[in-house]
C-alpha cells in the first residue's frame, strides 16, 4: 500500500514568518494530495488539496507545490497568524483512488 | 445541513462487550469512510464505502464490520473490543474522491 512520510514532526514560527511542512508518498499512481488542518480537541478539516495534473496551487496565504517525480509534496504558509497553530496532516490517495493514507502529523505553533 | 453526524461523542465499553458506532450525512455523499486516530498520530482507514450496498476494507480492518444499506448511514460495528481498539474514530464522506467532509468524533475506550 501507499507510505505518507511528514516533517516535522512539530514547528514553531514567528508571527508573521513562513511556515513549510514536507510530506514524501510511495505510490506513484496516487493522484490526490489533501492537506487537512485539525484543532486540539475537533474534526481535520481540509484547507487545500492538489492534483497530479497540477504543479502547484495557491489559496490566499496557503500554497502546496506538488513534484511527482520526486514524490514529495509540500504546504507553504505565508504571513503565519496565532490562529494558523494546529496539527496539519498530509494524505495521498492508493492506486486504487478510494483509499487516503495519512501522515502522522505536523504540530504548528505560531509564536505572537 | 448538519453535514456528517456521529453518535456517540463518548463511549467506554469493557473488553469483549460489542457497539455499533453510528454515521449518517444529509448531503447525498457517496463516498463514506471510517477512520481510527491514535493519541499524536495521524488518521488509518478502518473501512470506506463508494455507495450504497458496496464496502471495501482500508487500512486496519481487523476487528470491524461495517455496512451501507443506504446512501445516508455507514454504521461501525466493534465485536469483542480490546484495549487496542481505544481511540477516536471519525467518520467522514464526500461527493466524489476528494474534499472529505469529517464528523465530530467518537471517543472510544476500552476497559
Known amino acids: 500500500g501507499e507510505n505518507v512520510e511528514q516533517h516535522p514532526s512539530t514547528l514553531s514560527v514567528q508571527e508573521g514568518d513562513s511556515a513549510v511542512i514536507k510530506c514524501t508518498y510511495s505510490?506513484?499512481?496516487?493522484?490526490?494530495f489533501p492537506w487537512y488542518k485539525q484543532e486540539l480537541g475537533k474534526r481535520p478539516q481540509l484547507i487545500i488539496d492538489i492534483r497530479s495534473n497540477v504543479g502547484e496551487k495557491k489559496d490566499q496565504r496557503i500554497a502546496v507545490t506538488l513534484n511527482k517525480t520526486a514524490k514529495h509534496f509540500s504546504l507553504h504558509i505565508t504571513e503565519t497568524q496565532p490562529e494558523d497553530s494546529a496539527v496539519y496532516f498530509c494524505?495521498?490517495?492508493?492506486?486504487?483512488?478510494?483509499?487516503?493514507?495519512f501522515g502522522t502529523g505536523t504540530s504548528l505553533t505560531v509564536i505572537p | 445541513n448538519a453535514g456528517v453526524t456521529q453518535t456517540p461523542k463518548f463511549r467506554i465499553l469493557k473488553i469483549g462487550q460489542s457497539m455499533t458506532l453510528q454515521c449518517t450525512q444529509d448531503m447525498n455523499h457517496n463516498y463514506m469512510y471510517w477512520y481510527r486516530q491514535d493519541p499524536g498520530m495521524g488518521l488509518k482507514l478502518i473501512y470506506y464505502?463508494?455507495?450504497?450496498?458496496?464496502?471495501d476494507k482500508g487500512e486496519v480492518p481487523n476487528g470491524y464490520n461495517v455496512s451501507r444499506s443506504t446512501t445516508e448511514d455507514f454504521p461501525l460495528r466493534l465485536e469483542l473490543a480490546a484495549p487496542s481498539q481505544t481511540s477516536v474514530y471519525f467518520c467522514?464522506?464526500?461527493?466524489?474522491?476528494?474534499?472529505?467532509?469529517f464528523g465530530s468524533g467518537t471517543r472510544l475506550t476500552v476497559v
Open positions: 467522514a464522506s464526500s461527493r466524489t474522491l476528494g474534499d472529505q467532509t
Open positions: 464505502s463508494v455507495g450504497a450496498g458496496i464496502t
Open positions: 494524505a495521498a490517495n492508493a492506486n486504487t483512488g478510494n483509499q487516503f493514507y
Open positions: 505510490d506513484s499512481a496516487s493522484n490526490y
